[in-house]
């Protein structure tokens, strides 16, 4: 089994017109499909990450320059990230096909795989 | 899975009412905006969060303690006025969560009776009563709700933001009117209901999702009314099982391919038998009452419809008495144009069509299709083709919905095959 990392990245503001049972629906979407991984071992840790979009660091001469990311108003924002376990990079992209993320028009995700080798 | 999904749906609209009334008890009504703005905020941050941490165990505190603090922050950062309200009183979140989320299930708390007494207030437009008590206690979504009001959501959202500022202006309280400004109020809040029911019901352009969810609301709320154990009443009960057996037939309404079907076409198999229990059972309730309201009228003939096991069985008979009752509460033309149908049903079509032509000129505008349709049912029925096909065409030229332009569109086709919608 090898590990995969989804990066959520999204647009906090298409979440705007949203209904409250619609909300709900969501939710109960993405509970659902990170139980029925789960169930079968498949879910690794998972974590949001804060809306402020943290620093970008960069080294500029003797010293560090420390830009803001993206906040909440961003266009394109990581909102957290899900590992999952998958014999191959087809079955992991199987698996992030099926994830509710991608239900909300203008989110996408990122399937990056982690470096076995180490 | 999918039942799960449809419960945290149900919760999310079903707390939204309970919520908001909890963040306004500390916050007063004339926040109503912001409060709304952060209950919204922390539904928001349960969507983008819960999908990593799970569904807390206790759903509705954590929205409510996540919307308090927005709400507090809001109120930090804005000028700050003098209230009276501390804000910082704790309402007591361990009474959230401990109810069933079933659809119709939950008895509304005094909270949220207080909410629903405010905002059908009678100093309101009845328009705005409609569309604030489907925002707020509701929880409908500016969009579902322009879709199933039929109006766009920038006008919605300035009818909204106009009767917000009325109540803020009046100082209104948020509490259950008094006993003796409770009968009143009641029956505002009954005629509300019965108009957010019928904005659903009878529409007939938006989805069928929005306006079904608009019936189901004013179901709710008026059996949650009817219940209560001080604001509830007869007349409230009668006014739910009004809309139960109303709302019983939602299901049989249309064809296979999504027509609309007459009540004598209708499939009586599908309709929904489980609202017609319930209609029954506050029919029954509603007995209590001393006096005959209108809603008692109402559900009787209600009744006499959603149990009649075929349409040939109608009792047409009983119907024309408690039309004859509901005119004498409400001599409006609209209760009098049902009231000359069923007569034609009961009676014969000569009969129907004098008291139709005596109630058409006295109708509101948008009635007129409804008019022009009975007028020329029974003229068809009386075998007078030509004045027939001149009534049908009038209707169609009046009726705005769609649906409906294609019933006649039927009749009138119908009616050229010399084959007259006898019943």
Same mark, same amino acid.
């Given at each position: 089994?090898?590990?995969?990392?989804?990066?959520?990245?999204?647009?906090?503001?298409?979440?705007?017109?949203?209904?409250? =049972?619609?909300?709900?629906?969501?939710?109960?979407?993405?509970?659902?499909?990170?139980?029925?991984?789960?169930?079968?071992?498949?879910?690794?840790? +998972?974590?949001?990450?804060?809306?402020?979009?943290?620093?970008?660091?960069? @080294?500029?001469?003797?010293?560090?320059? =420390?830009?803001?990311?993206?906040?909440?108003?961003?266009?394109?924002?990581?909102?957290?990230?899900?590992?999952?376990? =998958?014999?191959?990079?087809?079955?992991? @992209? @199987?698996?992030?096909?099926?994830?509710?993320?991608?239900?909300?028009?203008?989110?996408?995700?990122?399937?990056?795989?982690?470096?076995? +080798?180490? | 899975?999918?039942?799960?999904?449809?419960?945290?749906?149900?919760?999310?609209?079903?707390?939204?009412?309970?919520?908001?009334?909890?963040?306004?008890?500390?916050?007063?009504?004339?926040?109503?905006?912001?409060?709304?703005?952060?209950?919204?905020?922390?539904?928001?941050?349960?969507?983008?969060?819960?999908?990593?941490?799970?569904?807390?165990?206790?759903?509705?505190?954590?929205?409510?303690?996540?919307?308090?603090?927005?709400? $507090?922050?809001?109120?930090?950062?804005?000028?700050?006025?003098?209230?009276?309200?501390?804000?910082?009183?704790?309402?007591?979140?361990?009474?959230?969560?401990?109810?069933?989320?079933?659809?119709?299930?939950? *008895?509304?708390?005094?909270?949220?009776?207080? !909410?629903?007494?405010?905002?059908?207030?009678?100093?309101?437009?009845?328009?705005?009563?409609?569309?604030?008590?489907?925002?707020?206690?509701?929880?409908?979504?500016?969009? *579902?709700?322009?879709?199933g009001l039929l109006t766009t959501e920038?006008?919605?959202?300035?009818?909204?933001?106009?009767?917000? #500022?009325?109540?803020?202006?009046?100082?209104?309280?948020?509490?259950?009117?008094?006993?003796?400004?409770?009968?009143?109020?009641? #029956?505002? $809040?009954?005629?509300?209901?019965?108009?957010?029911?019928?904005?659903?019901?009878?529409?007939?352009?938006?989805?069928?999702?929005?306006?079904?969810?608009?019936?189901?609301?004013?179901?709710?709320?008026?059996?949650?009314?009817?219940?209560?154990?001080?604001?509830?009443?007869?007349?409230?009960?009668?006014?739910?099982?009004?809309?139960?057996?109303?709302?019983?037939?939602?299901? %049989?309404?249309?064809?296979? #391919? %999504?027509?609309?079907?007459?009540?004598?076409?209708?499939?009586?198999?599908?309709?929904?038998?489980?609202?017609?229990?319930?209609g029954l059972h506050h029919l029954d309730?509603?007995?209590?009452?001393?006096? !005959?309201?209108?809603?008692?009228?109402?559900?009787?003939?209600?009744?006499?419809?959603?149990?009649?096991?075929?349409?040939?069985?109608?009792?047409?008979?009983s119907i024309v008495e408690w039309y004859?009752? !509901?005119?004498?509460?409400?001599?409006?033309? $609209?209760?009098?144009?049902?009231?000359?149908?069923?007569?034609?049903?009961?009676?014969?079509?000569?009969?129907?069509?004098?008291? $139709?032509?005596?109630?058409?000129?006295?109708?509101?505008?948008?009635?007129?299709?409804?008019?022009?349709?009975?007028?020329?049912?029974?003229?068809?029925?009386? %075998?007078?083709?030509?004045?027939?096909?001149?009534?049908?065409?009038?209707?169609?030229?009046?009726?705005?919905?769609?649906?409906?332009?294609?019933?006649?569109?039927?009749?009138?086709?119908?009616?050229?095959?010399?084959?007259?919608?006898?019943?």
């Open positions: 089994m090898n590990q995969y990392l989804l990066l959520l990245h999204e647009t906090p503001a298409a979440y705007a017109g949203i209904t409250p =049972a619609e909300m709900g629906a969501i939710i109960e979407r993405y509970a659902a499909w990170a139980r029925g991984l789960g169930e079968r071992d498949l879910l690794g840790p +998972s974590q949001k990450l804060t809306d402020d979009g943290g620093l970008h660091l960069r @080294r500029q001469g003797a010293g560090t320059l =420390a830009t803001d990311g993206p906040f909440a108003e961003a266009k394109d924002l990581v909102g957290g990230f899900f590992t999952i376990h =998958a014999p191959n990079r087809d079955e992991a @992209r @199987r698996i992030a096909e099926t994830c509710p993320h991608l239900d909300t028009a203008g989110n996408w995700i990122e399937l990056r795989e982690i470096d076995p +080798s180490a | 899975m999918s039942e799960d999904a449809h419960q945290l749906a149900v919760l999310f609209r079903e707390q939204h009412g309970r919520l908001l009334a909890l963040l306004l008890r500390e916050s007063g009504l004339a926040r109503l905006a912001a409060a709304e703005d952060a209950l919204q905020q922390a539904m928001l941050a349960a969507l983008r969060r819960w999908p990593f941490d799970g569904v807390p165990q206790r759903p509705a505190a954590w929205l409510f303690e996540v919307a308090r603090r927005a709400l $507090v922050d809001e109120y930090r950062g804005g000028a700050r006025r003098e209230t009276g309200h501390d804000l910082h009183a704790l309402a007591d979140p361990h009474t959230l969560d401990a109810a069933p989320v079933e659809r119709f299930a939950r *008895e509304l708390d005094d909270d949220e009776l207080a !909410l629903l007494f405010a905002v059908c207030h009678p100093d309101l437009p009845p328009a705005s009563q409609v569309a604030l008590a489907l925002r707020t206690l509701g929880g409908f979504g500016l969009r *579902e709700l322009a879709a920038a006008a919605l959202a300035q009818r909204l933001k106009r009767a917000r #500022d009325a109540l803020a202006t009046r100082g209104a309280a948020l509490e259950v009117p008094a006993p003796e400004a409770l009968p009143a109020r009641r #029956d505002a $809040v009954l005629t509300a209901l019965y108009l957010m029911f019928n904005e659903g019901y009878q529409s007939a352009a938006g989805s069928d999702y929005a306006r079904r969810e608009l019936c189901f609301e004013a179901i709710r709320l008026a059996r949650a009314l009817a219940t209560h154990p001080v604001a509830g009443a007869p007349q409230a009960h009668a006014l739910a099982a009004t809309l139960c057996l109303h709302a019983a037939r939602l299901s %049989g309404r249309t064809d296979a #391919d %999504g027509q609309p079907l007459l009540l004598p076409q209708q499939p009586r198999d599908r309709w929904d038998q489980g609202l017609v229990a319930m309730r509603a007995r209590a009452g001393a006096a !005959l309201t209108r809603w008692h009228c109402e559900a009787a003939i209600a009744a006499a419809h959603a149990t009649a096991p075929r349409y040939a069985d109608t009792d047409w008979a004859a009752r !509901l005119v004498a509460l409400d001599p409006s033309p $609209v209760p009098r144009l049902a009231q000359a149908i069923a007569i034609g049903e009961a009676q014969g079509a000569a009969q129907g069509l004098a008291a $139709v032509e005596e109630v058409l000129p006295l109708l509101p505008r948008e009635r007129y299709p409804f008019g022009h349709t009975a007028r020329a049912d029974f003229l068809a029925r009386l %075998g007078r083709i030509d004045a027939a096909r001149e009534a049908y065409t009038l209707a169609i030229a009046q009726t705005r919905s769609p649906a409906e332009r294609r019933v006649l569109e039927r009749k009138l086709a119908a009616l050229e095959c010399g084959d007259a919608v006898r019943e």
